[in-house]
């Protein structure tokens, strides 16, 4: 198995090996992977799941968000 992922961005940037990568640098890859997930969900006309205050929260397409009640038995 080969240990060094390329990773490249859509500039055609220098690629650079996973195992070089800076902690920021795959936090930073990390977070632009989940925005661009997010945009695609709302395009899509989906809502995702936001914890808002430490509740979780809908956010739907239209920026507003919905409370998720779990009924506790």
């Known amino acids: 198995m080969n240990q060094s992922i390329a990773m490249t ?24 992977a989940v925005d661009e997930a997010k945009a695609r969900m709302h395009k899509n006309g989906t809502a995702y799941v936001e ?9 739907h397409p239209d920026g507003s968000l919905t409370p998720i009640v779990r009924d506790e038995e």
């Not at 990568?21 to 930073?28: C, F, I």
């Not at 914890?51 to 956010?59: A, E, F, I």
């Open 51 to 59: 914890v808002v205050d430490g509740k979780n929260h809908l956010r």
């Open 9 to 32: 961005s859509e500039q055609d940037k220098p690629s650079k090996s996973f195992w070089d990568m800076t902690v920021e640098e795959r936090n930073a890859i990390a977070q632009e």
